[in-house]
């Protein structure tokens, strides 16, 4: 049996194809390493989550609770919902807006950067 995480790749290449080439941007960064989130497999920054690939085939990105408000209202991203809970400093992209998610994995990055001790 598949590992949720194969199945997920199988189930939503194109998201992983983008989501691949941030991983690989990303992962030569000092404390940047590959985590869990939600059953996922996402990028870290000294063990805190940024961004990751969801259930759903669309990206998570962790930023500051006003850019997700503006992001949403502007329709780039949609707000990040878990277990019918809305989650404050997260929002999701769709992969059909593979455009917009190199710039917001940057901005999850230096955000989450900048809080982690």
């Given at each position: 049996?598949?590992?949720?995480?194969?199945?997920r790749?199988e189930?939503?290449?194109?998201?992983?194809a983008i989501?691949?080439?941030?991983?690989?941007?990303?992962?030569q960064r000092?404390?940047?390493?590959?985590?869990?989130?939600?059953?996922?497999?996402?990028?870290?920054?000294?063990?805190k989550?940024?961004?990751?690939?969801?259930?759903t085939?669309?990206?998570?990105?962790?930023l500051?609770?006003?850019?997700?408000?503006?992001?949403?209202?502007?329709?780039?991203?949609?707000?990040?919902?878990?277990?019918?809970?809305?989650?404050?400093?997260?929002?999701?992209?769709?992969?059909?807006?593979?455009g917009?998610?190199?710039?917001?994995?940057?901005?999850?990055?230096?955000?989450?950067?900048?809080?982690?001790?």
């Amino acid at each position: 049996m598949a590992s949720n995480g194969h199945a997920r790749r199988e189930k939503f290449p194109e998201s992983y194809a983008i989501f691949d080439r941030l991983t690989a941007e990303y992962a030569q960064r000092d404390g940047v390493a590959l985590g869990r989130m939600f059953g996922s497999e996402g990028l870290s920054i000294r063990g805190k989550v940024f961004a990751f690939v969801g259930f759903t085939g669309s990206l998570f990105a962790k930023l500051p609770e006003k850019r997700v408000g503006e992001l949403i209202e502007s329709g780039d991203a949609d707000p990040a919902v878990m277990r019918d809970r809305p989650m404050r400093e997260w929002v999701t992209v769709r992969a059909d807006m593979p455009g917009t998610w190199s710039g917001i994995v940057a901005e999850a990055y230096e955000f989450v950067d900048s809080i982690t001790p």
